[in-house]
């Protein structure tokens, strides 16, 4: 389909025709467009021998900062701390690992969930910790003491930060 080449003439029935194809050429270059992104996201997420041969190299590989250099213009996301040192989480394998997202809004939602997860956690805990206390006759303790004795939710104050894929991985 042609846009705004198959309808001639100056009439009013003409110019909303022409409108309208316009508008349905944008939308058909739209659709096209965020297709053709997909599939080429889709392709370059595959592994692909040619990307790891460097002709310029005697070795055949590519060089460990020429890899850097391509990675270097991938943006991810992180989450991290106050300070922007990302946060090291323990893994299912006992290591500490840092998380890197290729879309904010994963990013987003992992760390309202890791929130959200933290303050229940607290929250049953300080339920736990009040009524052990009043079961043996302690005085409750105060909101600081709270604090300190069972800690706060590291979450809070965490934000997402972008990094290049490069120093992700």
């Known amino acids: 389909m042609r846009c705004n080449d198959d309808i001639d003439g100056s009439s009013d029935d003409a110019i909303h025709a022409r409108v309208e194809a316009s508008t349905l050429c944008c939308s058909n270059r739209r659709s096209f467009l965020s297709g053709a992104t997909a599939a080429v996201a889709a392709i370059g997420s595959a592994p692909l021998v040619a990307w790891g041969v460097d002709s310029t190299s005697s070795g ?85 003491e709270e604090e300190e004795e069972l800690g706060i939710n590291p979450w809070r104050e965490a934000r997402i930060s972008t990094v290049p894929l490069d120093f992700a991985v």
């Open 60 to 144: 055949g590989m590519v060089s460990p900062s020429a890899t850097a250099r391509r990675l270097s213009v991938v943006p991810t996301f992180t989450i991290v701390d106050r300070r922007g040192v990302p946060f090291m989480v323990f893994g299912e394998d006992a290591k500490l690992t840092a998380y890197f997202f290729t879309s904010y809004d994963e990013a987003r939602r992992i760390l309202d969930v890791a929130i959200a997860s933290s303050d229940k956690s607290l929250a049953d805990l300080t339920g736990e910790t009040r009524q052990e206390r009043k079961a043996k006759g302690l005085k409750p303790m105060t909101r600081a």
